[in-house]
């Protein structure tokens, strides 16, 4: 997201400069456990004191914002983070007459900590971010954060929310915390990433979390994403997901309809078969089962 002539372009719509200038917030709860997301675009409005019972991550998109934090006034720039802790009291504000746009993802303390567990965290108490703010444009956050807002926004399957918001965690206590932590680089566990090929293969339609996947496999949640990608060349989620492309692609050759291919396949809906399809073949189901139709001629 960006300003392009004094506008900002933000979920599909747009907030014109001007006498057309218009604000919205959106708060809602997409579905994962201890998550809620929080999207705005704010000209005028200011956040009385408040605080939040979850971990907010918020990334800022366009303009500029502030907030009274600690005694202090901190400045948000596009591309940075806003990272507050749980009763943390705070204020939000538009700094400047080019308006403030920023999403947020709220992580309720219980979520968190299982995070942390995931990751392998070593510290018996929650990592501390200093500063509420991050001045410098972080254009590799800014990319997972933007991954793990869509994955949990839209349909996804658990395991790509549940990989997206590990990655995303282990990242900012990395770059951001008090206390930052070296993940153990990973090793080659040939058979530990065998089986757990094996499972996704088998059950490549169904909902599977990372917990579960490394239980199977002995190993701890955050390590496997890692290996699984070292040895395979794709994350988990990716894995499965070629797994249902090629089940899906195979029935093609068949008179089902496609919304039950989506179905059977693991797909949330013939649409979310389409888009997904399209972006790793380059045409629709569609056009790929019209293509590879012969027709019988009579004798």
């Known amino acids: 997201m960006g300003e392009i002539d004094g506008c900002c372009h933000h979920g599909g719509q747009m907030t014109l400069s001007g006498k057309q200038r218009t604000e919205f917030a959106r708060l809602w709860q997409p579905g994962a456990e201890g998550i809620e997301l929080f999207s705005a675009q704010l000209y005028r409005y200011a956040f009385a004191k408040h605080m939040h019972e979850a971990y907010t991550i918020g990334l800022n998109h366009c303009g500029l914002g502030g907030c ?17 802790h749980p009763g943390e009291v705070h204020t939000g504000h538009v700094q400047g007459n080019r308006g403030w746009g920023f999403r947020n993802l709220y992580i309720s303390v219980p979520t968190m900590e299982r995070i942390l567990a995931q990751i392998d965290w070593p510290e018996s108490t929650l990592p501390y971010f200093v500063s509420p703010t991050k001045v410098r444009a ?80 002995g190993l701890s949640p955050f390590y496997l994403i890692r290996s699984f990608r070292h040895q395979v060349g794709l994350p988990p989620h990716g894995y499965q997901r070629h797994w249902q492309l ?54």
């Open 138 to 217: 972080d254009t590799l956050g800014s990319g997972i954060f933007s991954r793990v807002f869509a994955a949990l926004n839209r349909p996804a399957s658990r395991l790509e929310q549940d990989t997206l918001l590990l990655e995303l965690v282990a990242y900012l206590v990395d770059r951001y915390a008090d206390r930052r932590h070296s993940w153990r680089s990973p090793q080659p566990e040939t058979q530990a990433v065998a089986i757990a090929q094996a499972y996704l293969k088998e059950h490549y339609a169904e909902s599977i979390s990372i917990a579960a996947l490394a239980d199977r496999v």
């Open 246 to 299: 090629m089940q899906a692609k195979r029935s093609l050759h068949t008179s089902q309809p496609l919304a039950d291919i989506a179905i059977a396949h693991g797909f949330y809906d013939q649409s979310h078969l389409t888009r997904t399809f399209k972006k790793a073949f380059g045409v629709t189901p569609g056009q790929y089962r019209q293509s590879n139709f012969v027709q019988d001629l009579p004798r």
């Open 68 to 84: 009274d934090y600690r005694g202090s006034d901190y400045q948000a720039y596009p591309g940075g983070f806003n990272l507050i």
